[in-house]
């Protein structure tokens, strides 16, 4: 771990342990204890969202290869455990899943198709936090300097939409140029032949493969839908009443926000805490809601952290075993 990890995980604890203070022990065990046995099925729903972005991978593998959902499952659930357990995020996470199905599909075909999947994932979030922010800004009256930081966000996922469709139209071998003068020479000529061919095979996916981009993009879709729901109904035994969706919809749009901007930190301790106590603070309920969502959520991920851990054990034990 870089020094740069060891103070960001530092500085997380420090604000998780700040948040818990705050509110005290008495109201995170009555918040839990309204949660009850709620809290299975919001671990049961985070299941159902691995499998979404399984099925979203299995989507983007090309023929004649094919990846069998139980091996894009679990790759999915212990790529995830090890991108937040350590402060790399998706530089470890993506590499973990496409070694944890190299006996199902060879890296190249798995790794392409987990970076044409990965761009579309990115594409979504984009656009659901750009929805998000703009319903914040038109629900809630928020402080100048929250509307400007909102505004942005939505102009710079605007941006991002608009170069994507430059990329798509013109296809620039924009990687591999860069790659072939960081390494000169014949080496470098082996790697920019492959990501040159990773860039087109990214770029004409969607005109290859029409076919396949309602699907792929419902289920990108349905992954963030679960997650709204899981907003709802943490929300609903916590308040004890049905909460407005527009609010389990926000509240789940800004944990998204909180994920992208501090993947870098282990669990995203203390910042998932302290944005969604804020985000409910302006939403008028209260923010010993949100810092209980953010437990909440905690806990689903360290079960799931959990299983893949056992997962990666068991693939380990496995490559290791004598043939």
Not at 161 to 168: C, E, G, I, K, P
């Amino acid at each position: 771990m870089t020094a740069l990890g060891v103070l960001a995980t530092a500085g997380g604890l420090i604000l998780f342990v700040w948040c818990i203070r705050r509110i005290g022990l008495a109201e995170v065990r009555s918040g839990f204890a309204q949660i009850g046995w709620g809290l299975v099925a919001i671990v049961l729903l985070g299941g159902v969202r691995f499998a979404l972005r399984a099925v979203a991978w299995m989507l983007c593998v090309e023929p004649p290869h094919r990846l069998p959902f139980s091996a894009a499952f679990g790759a999915v659930i212990a790529g995830d455990a090890l991108g937040n357990l350590l402060p790399l995020g998706p530089i470890i996470s993506e590499p973990t899943k496409a070694a944890f199905v190299r006996r199902r599909l060879a890296l190249g075909p798995a790794g392409t198709a987990l970076a044409i999947e990965n761009v579309i994932y990115t594409l979504s979030v984009a656009a659901m936090i750009a929805a998000g922010m703009a319903a914040l800004l038109f629900v809630v009256d928020l402080p100048m300097r929250v509307r400007e930081v909102s505004e942005v966000a939505i102009g710079a996922v605007a941006v991002l939409f608009l170069a994507t469709l430059v990329l798509l139209w013109t296809r620039p071998a924009v990687v591999s140029r860069v790659v072939a003068r960081l390494i000169p020479g014949v080496r470098g000529d082996r790697y920019v032949a492959r990501i040159r061919e990773l860039e087109q095979q990214m770029y004409s996916f969607a005109s290859r493969r029409g076919a396949l981009m309602v699907p792929l993009i419902g289920v990108e879709l349905l992954f963030h839908a679960f997650g709204v729901l899981e907003a709802y109904i943490t929300l609903w035994l916590l308040l004890g009443l049905p909460p407005l969706l527009l609010n389990a919809f926000i509240v789940e749009t800004v944990n998204r926000l909180i994920i992208v901007v501090f993947k870098w930190i282990p669990l995203g301790a203390g910042v998932n805490e302290a944005g969604t106590a804020w985000l409910t603070g302006v939403l008028g309920l209260g923010t010993v809601v949100g810092t209980t969502i953010g437990l909440v959520r905690k806990v689903r991920m360290l079960c799931w952290i959990a299983v893949g851990t056992v997962l990666l054990v068991r693939r380990g034990a496995q490559l290791d075993r004598p043939r």
